[in-house]
C-alpha cells in the first residue's frame, strides 16, 4: 500500500512561513492529482491547495490563495506546501492527498497529518 508520511509541522509565528512535506514510499497507480487538507478542532476537513500530478494546474481555496504554494517533485515522490504570512485560522492538523482514477472511480490516499500551529 502507499504511504504518505508528511513533515514540517509545528509552531509559527503570525505572518511567518513554514513549509510542509509529503513523501510517498512509490508513486500510487494512475495519479493524476495531490492535494493539501487540513482540519481544524471542532471543524470538517477543508480542501487547501491542489496540483495535477503533471504539475502546472493548481487549485487553492480562496482562504489561502496568495499566501500558500502548492508543488510536486514527482522525481522524489514529494509534494510541498509553502506556507507564507499565515494567520491563526490557519492552525489545523494538515493532511497530504494523492488522488488516483481507475476502475471507473478516484482513490485517495491520506497521510497521517503534520499539525500546524499559528501563533497569537
Known amino acids: 500500500q502507499v504511504q504518505l508520511v508528511e513533515s514540517g509541522g509545528g509552531l509559527v509565528e503570525r505572518g511567518g512561513s513554514q513549509k510542509l512535506s509529503c513523501v510517498a514510499s512509490?508513486?500510487?497507480?494512475?495519479?493524476?492529482?495531490v492535494g493539501w487538507f487540513r482540519q481544524a478542532p471542532g471543524k470538517e476537513r477543508e480542501f487547501v491547495a491542489a496540483?495535477?500530478?503533471?504539475?502546472?494546474?493548481?487549485l487553492y481555496s480562496d482562504s489561502v490563495r496568495g499566501r500558500f504554494i502548492i508543488s510536486i517533485d514527482t522525481l522524489q515522490n514529494t509534494a510541498y506546501l509553502q506556507m507564507n504570512t499565515m494567520k491563526p485560522e490557519d492552525t489545523a492538523v494538515y493532511y497530504c492527498?494523492?488522488?488516483?482514477?481507475?476502475?471507473?472511480?478516484?482513490?485517495?490516499?491520506w497521510g497521517q497529518g503534520t499539525q500546524v500551529t499559528v501563533a497569537t
Open positions: 492527498n494523492y488522488r488516483a482514477f481507475w476502475s471507473g472511480r478516484s482513490w485517495d490516499y
Open positions: 512509490k508513486r500510487p497507480a494512475s495519479t493524476y492529482a
Open positions: 496540483i495535477r500530478y503533471t504539475g502546472g494546474s493548481q
